[in-house]
């Protein structure tokens, strides 16, 4: 006999977990099954992002930027510190505390809110009568179900994520050629580490490394850096990463890749179509990820897929079948945790009769390099092709007083806004807190602020966030301190 549900989610990282929630909170029967486990063999909710993801690489680059901080600046600030050394396995154990946190803090939840939790990997069955079969393979440990069992639903929500893209000819071994799981639990600092690709995976775990002692070396196969982001910011990131000792190499070719005796060698062409290799002891292969669908039973049901292997969504994240949605790194659309948030949520709400609302313009991305880098809305490269007429006020962080107090000056916040209506079009910052700071960027461009908008509001002294007033000033040429 299957156990009948309102929903049935697959999948527990950030879009399914929230969802899951979202749908108890809204007084609908809910059922998650999450396949991921801990070293142990226990449930570890939270998909990639807890434990592979966002979570574990945060808490590896706040380690190691205070590793550096201790060894390069804060004499600065007349703290003298000596005999500053590294103990990894205290880092990683640090790193694996946080993340099982995390994971308990889901299961929490789950019971708080009566969401029913099956850990196993879930896949349809069928559909008969209006409900879908879903089978539920179960691991069977530590709180979790134990049995194989069947589970229905009126509904579904496919939230199984993302993997990491391997080279064809250098497949994860998760020793020497490493997926971002094994760039995450090095287990010592690698003299030498290679990274293909300059994404945002290869930005913060070559950032990590490099700061503990690794010579790295990114090898980018665009011949820009930083495409997708404002070139003005790209410009300056290419300038404050490079002088930090990453070695980033544009337009290249990778031909081959092998393992002997000396390490890794990766085989490639550069810009200029010359032979060149580079021999380090560890590899990191960082050229995007691919939607999760093998195993889930697609097929079985009549679930379409896209070209590119995700699962077809249309702009309310339902799927070629009824009452089947999807969210998250397994449809369209940037892969970003809190999008994969919103989106469970609205879908949620969208299955309780409400009005679940994504506005996919105003997601903000986070680098979490040093400094970190942030930006909502359109670049100036996309005004000028879109022929947008826009207005820019650009103001440094050398101007702004919390900045210098912090000892940390580098960077800008940038604000472009249509040159009529004074609409902010968009976001971009690069320095310190970037990541805190550009909350303030969404909701004003949720709200459709102007830049005069952001320019009268009082912000508080001495604070970075100042430095976003005054970039919103100087769109009109007026800031008060540069
Ligand atoms: P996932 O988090 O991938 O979760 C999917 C879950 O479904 C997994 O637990 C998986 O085991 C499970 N699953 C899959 N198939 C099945 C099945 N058949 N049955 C049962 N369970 C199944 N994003 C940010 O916004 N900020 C960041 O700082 C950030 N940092 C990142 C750093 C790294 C190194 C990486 C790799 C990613 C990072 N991301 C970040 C991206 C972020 O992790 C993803 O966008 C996010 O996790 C997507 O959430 P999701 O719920 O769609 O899928
Ligand atoms: P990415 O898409 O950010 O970058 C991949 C890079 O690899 C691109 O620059 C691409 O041109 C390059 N590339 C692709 N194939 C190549 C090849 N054969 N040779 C050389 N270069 C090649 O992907 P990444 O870094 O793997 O991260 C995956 C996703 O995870 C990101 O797009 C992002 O959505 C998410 N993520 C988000 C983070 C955040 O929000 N801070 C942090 C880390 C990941």
Redesign the pocket.
């Known amino acids: 006999m299957s156990q009948i549900f309102d929903v049935i989610v697959i999948g527990a990282g950030p879009g399914g977990y929230v969802a899951a929630i979202r749908c108890a909170q809204l007084g609908l029967k809910t059922a998650c099954i999450d396949a991921w486990s801990n070293e142990q063999g226990a449930p570890a909710p939270g998909g ?1 992002c807890t434990n592979v ?2 979570i574990p ?2 808490a590896l680059l706040q380690s190691s930027e205070h590793y550096e901080q201790a060894l390069t600046h804060l004499g600065e600030h007349g703290v003298e510190v000596q005999g500053v050394s590294l103990n990894l396995g205290k880092m990683l154990a640090r790193k694996n505390l946080v993340v099982s946190q995390n994971n308990q803090g889901i299961l929490y939840l789950f019971k708080k809110n009566k969401v029913s939790f099956f850990h196993g990997s879930g896949s349809f069955v069928d559909r008969s009568d209006a409900l879908y079969r879903v089978a539920v393979t179960s691991r069977g440990t530590q709180g979790a179900k134990a049995q194989d069992e069947i589970l229905s639903a009126q509904h579904v929500i496919v939230a199984t994520g ?1 993997s ?2 391997a ?1 064809d000819m250098a497949p994860f071994d998760e020793e020497n050629i490493l997926s ?1 799981d094994g760039a995450l639990r090095m287990s010592e600092v690698p003299k030498k580490l290679t990274l ?10 070559g950032s990590v490394w490099r700061r503990l002692g690794a010579e790295v070396t990114v ?4 011949p820009v850096f ?3 982001v404002d070139e003005q910011v790209a410009k300056e990131a290419w300038k404050l990463l490079t002088q930090q000792g990453l070695k980033i190499e544009l337009g ?3 031909q081959a890749v092998s393992q002997g005796a000396k390490g890794v060698k990766v085989s ?1 062409t550069n810009a200029a179509g010359e032979a060149q290799s580079v021999v380090s002891n560890k590899l990191i ?5 691919v939607p999760n669908t093998q195993g889930l039973g697609a097929e079985k049901v009549g679930l379409a897929l896209d070209e590119r292997g995700a699962i077809a969504v249309d702009e309310l994240c339902r799927t070629s079948l009824p009452q089947v949605w999807a969210v998250g ?1 397994v449809v369209r659309g ?4 809190h999008k994969a948030e919103e989106e469970g949520v609205a879908v949620a709400e969208r299955i309780a009769g409400e009005h679940g609302h994504v506005n996919y313009k105003t997601i903000p ?4 390099t040093s400094p970190e880098i942030a930006w909502v809305g359109e670049t100036e490269q996309q005004l000028k092709a879109a022929s947008t007429p826009y207005r820019s006020g650009v103001f440094p962080f050398l101007a702004n007083g919390r900045a210098r107090a912090l000892g940390d000056t580098r960077g800008f916040v940038k604000v472009l806004a249509h040159r009529d209506s004074d609409e902010v079009l968009g976001v971009h910052i690069i320095g310190p807190s970037a990541s805190e700071l550009i909350a303030e960027a969404v909701m004003a461009m949720e709200f459709k602020a102007s830049s005069e908008d952001i320019a009268r509001i009082c912000h508080a002294h001495p604070s970075l966030s100042e430095a976003t007033k005054e970039a919103a000033l100087a769109v009109d040429k007026r800031a008060l301190n540069f």
């Open positions: 990639t993801g966002c690489s945060k993302s990491a893209r080279l971002n293909i690709g300059s994404g945002v995976i290869g930005l913060e775990m090898l980018e196969g665009l930083m495409g997708a290249v070719k990778v490639y292969v960082s050229i995007g990820r790194d940037p892969m970003l945790a991305w986070v680098i979490y």
